[in-house]
């Protein structure tokens, strides 16, 4: 058997959770540039209509590559050729240093490929979601698995 034929439509799973930290965040800062004053600046962010600063979508939409990754078995790691792409990527509500994140994940579609390795591609329908169950993020998550 292999990852895309036991993969079916409307299969659903959830991955474990991860608080984001300071330091995830200025980690984030330093290796991608992006030093915007939403997510480093603490005083002036006090004074915006968020109170605080926010985690970067991108760290965001990072940790949920990750999260989904340690979710998998070892064996559907290996089924794993390639992220392939993402659609309908959406920052639906902003995350918070010290919010703690999970991804669930349903099938949404399959579909067969030529391809000298893989079998076929799978559609995910990605949300991201707070400790209040809050989605912060959503998307369609592509894969290319064998």
């Known amino acids: 058997m292999s990852l895309f034929t036991e993969s079916k439509v409307g299969e659903f799973s959830q991955t474990k959770g991860r608080t984001l930290t300071e330091t995830d965040l200025m980690n984030f800062a330093g290796i991608s540039g992006d030093f915007n004053y939403l997510h480093t600046d603490a005083k002036r962010m006090e004074e915006s209509e968020f109170g605080e600063r926010i985690v970067h979508g991108a760290l ?6 990750g999260l989904l990754w340690q979710s998998r078995s ?5 089924a794993v050729v390639a992220f392939y792409g993402i659609d309908r990527l959406r920052f639906v509500k902003p995350v918070f240093l010290g919010d703690t994140i999970h991804v669930e994940s349903e099938v949404i579609e399959t579909e067969q490929r030529e391809h000298p390795v893989a079998n076929g591609l799978i559609r995910y329908d990605l949300q991201v979601k707070n400790q209040h169950e809050d989605v912060v993020l959503a998307c369609e998550f592509l894969s290319l698995v064998t």
């Open 74 to 78: 070892e064996e559907d790691q290996d």
């Open 60 to 65: 965001v939409f990072s940790v949920m590559t």
